[in-house]
């Protein structure tokens, strides 16, 4: 009975942990009106980090990346382009552990719930079916900021020569 507490405390201490794992959001970008690098953009990436890490699961290999992306949203053409969120999975990779929240300039927080993320079909062509995960991030208005996150792994890949966009429309 006592190991059984001891687990149900260190689950409950994971949730918790899991929940502040939010970077602070600055009064600056809570305040911020225009756009820093075109002022006319709907919507601005504020950061968008990409964490790699190799590892063997049971022997295989396997590459996690660990995506984490801010957003500020401007007008409401911002709002309609960046308000719902499609993470595709190809091959052997599979999405995991998405989470995501909209911050009100005021500072209120809005979580995304996990009832609202969906594992669906993103694109049916003749030759392809590209599954993922789709979301609409909650109560979106222009002046908000979005963030959210997931884990990405990578069955049977390692790193070597892995290109990553350092450049992206957003």
């Avoid at 001891?6 to 970077?23: E, G, H, M, S, T």
């Avoid at 295989?60 to 053409?77: G, M, S, V």
């Avoid at 222009?142 to 290109?163: K, N, P, Q, S, T």
């Amino acid at each position: 009975m006592k190991s059984l507490l001891v687990y149900a405390a260190l689950c409950w201490f994971a949730i918790r942990l899991n929940a502040a794992d939010w970077r602070p959001v600055s009064r600056a970008e809570l305040e911020q009106k225009i756009p820093k690098v075109d002022p006319a953009a709907d919507a601005e990436a504020i950061f968008w980090d990409i964490s790699v890490e190799d590892r063997a699961q049971g022997g295989d290999p396997q590459t996690i990346l660990n995506h984490y992306i801010r957003i500020k949203i401007f007008t409401e053409r911002g709002k309609e382009d960046h308000s719902t969120v499609e993470i595709p999975r190809v091959g052997k990779r599979s999405i995991h552990d998405v989470a995501g929240r909209t911050i009100k300039p005021d500072g209120t927080i809005i979580e995304l719930k996990k009832d609202s993320i969906f594992d669906r079909e993103l694109v049916k062509t003749k030759g392809l079916k590209l599954r993922g995960k789709s979301f609409a991030m909650p109560n979106v208005e222009a002046g908000d900021i979005i963030e959210y996150r997931w884990r990405e792994v990578r069955d049977g890949e390692l790193v070597f020569y892995m290109r990553l966009q350092m450049q992206r429309e957003l």
